[in-house]
Nanobody, 123 residues
Framework: VQLQASGGGSVQAGGSLRLSCAAS????????MGWFRQTPGNEREFVAA????????FHADSVKGRFTISRDNAKNTVYLQMNSLNPEDTAVYYC?????????????????WGKGTLVTVSS
């Protein structure tokens, strides 16, 4: 499975961005999908995940109420809508795919990773 993330960029605090992650080379509905983020010198941090059907989703406490994960299985794409951004959200954001029914908040559950897209939030 190949994953291509896009939609990153620079935005002022309080602004919004929508990340997209297009999957190819596999059967999309076989996978739960997740978003993680990473800053220099830190481990990759869980942001949000969604089940293969889209019926089950959850978000890290740090983004709950501001970020929303969704997926469109007809388009083999997962999204991360990010609102009310603040400078602490600045990071490289990665999408990832995990076989169904693993612990979706655990980075080790994911077998496939995209290359990441940079989000920069200025104050």
């Amino acid at each position: 499975v190949q994953l291509q993330a896009s939609g990153g960029g620079s935005v002022q605090a309080g602004g919004s961005l929508r990340l997209s992650c297009a999957a190819s080379g596999g059967i999309f509905i076989l996978y739960d999908m997740g978003w993680f983020r990473q800053t220099p010198g830190n481990e990759r941090e869980f942001v949000a995940a969604i089940s293969w059907s889209g019926g089950d989703e959850f978000h890290a406490d740090s983004v709950k109420g501001r970020f929303t994960i969704s997926r469109d299985n007809a388009k083999n794409t997962v999204y991360l809508q990010m609102n009310s951004l603040n400078p602490e959200d600045t990071a490289v954001y990665y999408c990832a795919a995990a076989p169904r029914d693993r612990n979706r908040s655990d980075v080790r559950a994911y077998d496939y990773w995209g290359k990441g897209t940079l989000v920069t939030v200025s104050s």
